[in-house]
């Protein structure tokens, strides 16, 4: 047979995200904290979930595809990082970092020792190739960060990267024992995504009370409520303002989660919005207090609600 030319592209198909209900249908089969875990990581990417046995839990799917000693992502990591000028140097100590967390020009410039100009053009590359995507807070344009847009990938660099070849040998146990916490909090972080996902879902889907703009997250470490405030998401249409509270947790949400949203948007930049909608999401549920609010306004989802069809 005739090898194609050497670097030759002859043939490149873009597959789209599944919709968030087609996804949650691929995983039908397992039980509801595996399969939020599993789609906080794939997100809702149709190649991912095809790699998933769903007769398996979360974690021992996450061994076969990692840290198995012929994970299919740690032999042939291309399946996963399709931009090879992320594969090393300078761009892989970002995407390192970035994985980790460290994710603002200033925080990355101190972490690796380099002039933030720098950092700037690198991101900016890493930006044109669809590998990083660059994000603002609510109500500001000055403070931003990055996020690895693919989050297996953000799981490759942050665990794998660096121990690919121990894992070869087979040290993949010790390996994914050493960072167990970690994989958890990167897991309950992702959840946040998931549940943006969720909101585009229904937003696309005329679900919502109106058609919203972008879902982002605000913080501010000093306002007028002698505090800081975070909101993990946020969005806003006309007169509408829906803010969101989304944790991945053992324990039940409290009425107190709500009235800490209200207090929340009760200063600027919130307070010029007239029809506010709260939306609670929890892993594992809500207490009779919240449950028993008597809000139009409140919307609380669980995994139920969450992947019922």
Sequence with gaps: SIAPLYKRNTFQLFVSKLEFDDAVEMLSGMNDIDRIKTLCLTDTFPFYLSNIDIKKTFDENLHDLFFAKDAPFVSDPSKLVTSEIVTGGLYASIMRNIASGINSVSALANALDIDTATISVYLDKMIE???????????SKRITYYKIIDRMTAFYFRFIYSNAELIKLGHGNAIKAKYNNAIDNFVHLAFEDMCITYLNYLNKNMRLETFYNSFEKYHVEKSILNR???LDIVSTSDDYLLVGECKFSDSKKSISVLNRLKE???VEPF???KKKSYYIFSSS???????DADDECLHLFDLNEMFKK
């Design 264 to 266: 929340n948007v009760s």
């Design 285 to 291: 549920g809500f207490e009779k207090s919240l449950l």
């Design 228 to 230: 800081s405030i975070e």
């Design 271 to 273: 307070k010029k919005y």
């Design 129 to 139: 190739n669809k590998v990083v995507s660059k994000h603002y807070y609510f109500d």
